[in-house]
């Protein structure tokens, strides 16, 4: 469990920080932004005392360097509006219009916009002080660039920063997928040796003592050991699911635990009368329920307690609760059970619940997740099949 929390306070840890980075690249561009936006507005007042000076000057005034600073305006757009409204010179303005009135109408209506926004700065002119010119103008095209640019700079690194992490994680789990196969197979092996080794020294044993009250249950445990070799034989294939009684596993699952569990916990069954017959891998979903009711006799502590089984069938869904009276499962952990390494036992691996999450959804196609849980009350785990 300490390294379940230790892994999400990383996780945790990194996207403050990636939050972190991603505010201060936005603030810092918005404060260039600001720099740049704000010089454009001063090449306006220049070139707006420009426009003023060429609408005072006489035929004799040199006028070189006022047409200069006009004519060096290529990125700005700018629209001039005399003191009646109406348009006088605009630059770096696009439009699309049949003809001059046209062209007019729109040079207008985005001047209006352009004022509206507060982009505009009325010159007073020296010959009437009654008369004026506006100089409305707005962003460059280079600095609406600059401002999509930071946006569009970090939603490429988010794509990648996602991409990177499925990756991680599908190659993560792949690794994870080929230990566990690896281990369940060489287990499987190293235990088919002495598990045949002890089939023939029970069949000796049965010849040499065939009224022995003790060789049935020896030979049930060797069989048991039969049915685990099996099962981890099989972790990693795909087994062929076939039509199969959901009763009948879950009543093999009462008299395996009823036989080596205290007499304080009782187990109790709510089964329909008719045999639910539905596809699966009978043998790998018997260790999945054993799984649960170990875990959950786990949770009562050698207390007194009941686990419930529960089976019904919901229109074409076949559904199994196990129930429990134990200590429950703290909030912060029910997503956890079910990752691979959690566990709250000092001695687990924390393994048992990943794997049976891993038989119920890659090899039966169903869901199996924690349905309710309550601190010293108990859990409910719940399991869902298609049936067909």
Known sequence: MQWTDRIRQVKILLVL?????AVASLLISHSLIRDLAQQERSKMEV???????LSEAD????????????????????VVLGKDGTVTEYRNVEISANDASDSVKIVNKVAQQMKAAGQVIRIPLANNHNDYIEVCYDESLMLRRIAIYPYI???????????AIFALLTSKRAEQNK???GLSKETAHQLGTPISSLMAWLAILKETYPNDKLLPELDKDVQRLQLVADRFSKIGSVPEPVPASMNEVLYHVIDYMDRRTSKKIQMITDLPDKDVIIKMNASLFE??????????????????GQ???????IDNKVVVEISDTGKGIKKKNIKNVFRPGFTTKQRGWGLGLSLAKRIVEDYHHGKIFVKCSEIGHGTTFRIELKKS
Do not use: Y
Not at 17 to 21: D, G, S, V, W
Not at 287 to 304: F, H, S, T
């Open 17 to 21: 920080a990636a939050i972190f980075i």
């Open 179 to 181: 230990v566990w196969v």
């Open 47 to 53: 070139w707006a005392e420009a426009m003023r000076t």
């Open 59 to 78: 035929d004799n005034a040199d006028l070189s360097l006022v047409l200069k600073v006009l004519d060096e305006n290529n990125t700005i757009p700018v």
């Open 307 to 313: 686990i419930v089984l529960h089976l019904e069938q």
């Open 287 to 304: 260790w999945v329920i054993e799984n649960l009711c170990k875990n959950a006799v786990d949770a009562m502590g050698g207390e007194c």
């Open 153 to 163: 700079q970090l939603g490429v690194v988010m794509l990648f920063v996602v991409v």
